[in-house]
């Protein structure tokens, strides 16, 4: 699958800004696609071929009912047809609230007087993880503010903490990072402390209303933001994550802006984001912006399948910022990673605090407050197979996700048996009976989806091993 260069009206060329408003505005002003034309685009894509801007604004403009269906049903059909049914768990852990930015739309900004301003202590950090592993979480984002004394020194510290602990059976397996950008020699930095993703949300594509939330502090700077990936390529560190927050301005210009994210990196580096997010904004403390550009259910579960159909080989997480009901609406879609048992109150995994006192420690609301086993219960409940896998990382293949979808057969070789171990090693150490029961049952109905008989033997002999007090069996 080879990236087909796009006539861009700014070309792509490396740490420098690629987003052109009127161009992406040209494409969804101009784009009016016939009910033909929507299908033949999807129909592209469960070819397993990348949109291009004029595609996904095609997609974007179909406002008929029934094409609205076809389009989730395609990205249904994508999931299930590329990705099966696994769906990868992780946690986010903040490690300080310290900012030096105004965003508006952010609790931990610098002018918000009654957020309870807080850095965990290496032993507080070393709490937090023990109490995550205690709840069987294997894969952690670490979240900071953007302040001098969150360096990338500091970064790679609390990275190297985090991989040192270990209780009973836990440990934690990859470490993400959701911070500000760095220049190219901190990224090399946190690489070298042996991060998994480096994620950094533009927020908005459009740089006058970036302007207008980032009213001051280094995020300001809309290019630098823009270009923070492209330094990590230059770093070594390809394992990238993008985002848009979605509710600062129109969402149909900020897909449009993510899949010109995409085909930049992939120009460029020839390598995609790892992931893309797309959050919605959700009530913070002293939360004050125009509701005007607010996403509803209906168009977000829309864009969640635009994005699918799009960049067909790229992971998809949703977070606990949206409730139960809305992310199992919209896993459907072509999600591939959620937390859970999420906690953004800093130092709460490990400690309580009443309602109020938790506001003000937090970046935004979250909506799915449900525990590890609750999540978990409910994927399998709904036929997903939870995951906890690391492997690719751990074996140093990167770019898991396009490999999943580009390498015949490597989610049967791969995926599948990796996500039953780490089910079953949660069953042995964590889970309650109920969800226990549920979850040999599903991993029995996955041994099915195997790749031969010959593979099937070899995973029950390493279950066998993992009931025997083994752990960490991975293909
Ligand atoms: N400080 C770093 C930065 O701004 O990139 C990294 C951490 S920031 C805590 C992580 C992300 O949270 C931001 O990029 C933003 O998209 C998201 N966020 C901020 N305020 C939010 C809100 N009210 N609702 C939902 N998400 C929010
Ligand atoms: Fe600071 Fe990040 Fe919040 Fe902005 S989004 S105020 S940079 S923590």
């Known amino acids: 699958m080879k990236f087909s260069p796009e006539k ?35 129909a592209k894509s469960l070819e397993k071929q990348r949109l291009t801007l004029e595609e996904t604004a095609a997609l974007i403009n179909a406002d008929n009912p029934e094409l609205v269906e076809e389009i989730k049903e395609g990205a249904r059909t994508l999931k299930k047809k590329v990705y099966g049914n696994r769906i990868v768990l992780f946690a986010p852990l903040y490690i300080g609230n310290h900012c030096v930015n105004n965003c508006k739309y952010c609790g931990f900004k ?39 004394m969150y360096s990338p020194e500091y970064i790679a510290h609390t990275v190297k903490l985090v991989y040192g602990v270990k ?57 630098y933001r823009l270009t923070s990936l ?49 959050p919605r904004i959700k009530d913070a403390s002293e939360f004050n912006i125009d509701l005007k550009y607010m996403v509803n259910d209906k168009d977000f579960a829309k864009l969640v399948a635009i994005l699918r159909l799009a960049v067909p080989y790229t992971g998809m997480i949703l977070t606990a910022r949206e409730a139960p009901e809305v992310r199992s609406e919209v896993m459907q879609y072509g999600v591939s990673q959620i937390d859970g048992g999420t906690k953004l109150e800093i130092g709460n995994y490990s400690s309580t605090l009443n309602e109020e006192q938790n506001l003000n420690r937090e970046q935004f609301r979250v909506n799915d407050a449900r525990s590890l086993s609750d999540v978990i219960e409910e994927l399998l409940d709904k036929n997903y ?91």
């Open 385 to 475: 197979l939870p995951s906890f896998c690391t492997a690719c990382y751990r074996h140093g293949r990167t770019g898991e996700h396009f490999m999943e979808f580009s390498v015949p057969g490597f989610i049967k070789r791969f995926c599948t048996p990796n996500a039953i171990l780490t089910l079953a090693e949660y069953i042995m150490d964590y889970a309650n009976p109920k969800v226990a029961e549920k979850g040999w049952k599903v991993i029995e109905d996955n041994m099915a989806e195997l790749h031969n008989e010959k593979q099937v033997i070899e995973v029950r002999k390493r279950i066998e091993r993992i009931k025997q007090g083994e752990r960490d069996l991975y293909f």
């Open 167 to 223: 209780k009973g059976n836990g440990e934690i397996r990859r470490v993400n990072i959701n911070a500000a950008p760095l220049d190219i020699e901190g990224f090399r930095t946190v690489k070298n402390a042996g991060i998994g993703t480096y994620q950094i949300f533009q927020e908005t594509y459009h740089p006058e209303m970036y302007k207008f939330y980032h009213p001051s502090g280094p995020k300001r700077d809309f290019n």
């Open 230 to 278: 492209d330094r990590a390529q230059e770093a070594g560190l390809d394992d990238v994550g993008i985002g848009a927050l979605f509710g600062l301005y129109d969402w149909r210009f900020e897909v449009m802006g993510l899949v010109r994210h995409t085909n930049h990196l992939e120009a460029v580096y020839n390598v995609g984001p790892h992931t893309i997010s797309f």
């Open 8 to 42: 861009c009206t700014i070309p792509d060329r490396r740490m420098e800004p690629f987003i052109d408003p009127a161009e992406l505005w040209g494409f969804l002003n101009n784009t009016k696609p016939t009910k033909e034309r929507v299908k033949e685009i999807i």
């Open 110 to 148: 610098a002018s918000n007087r009654f957020a309870i301003r807080r850095k965990l202590t290496d032993e507080e950090i070393i709490r937090e993880t023990e109490a995550l592993e205690e709840n069987g979480q294997k894969r952690l984002i670490l979240v900071y503010g953007e302040h001098p």
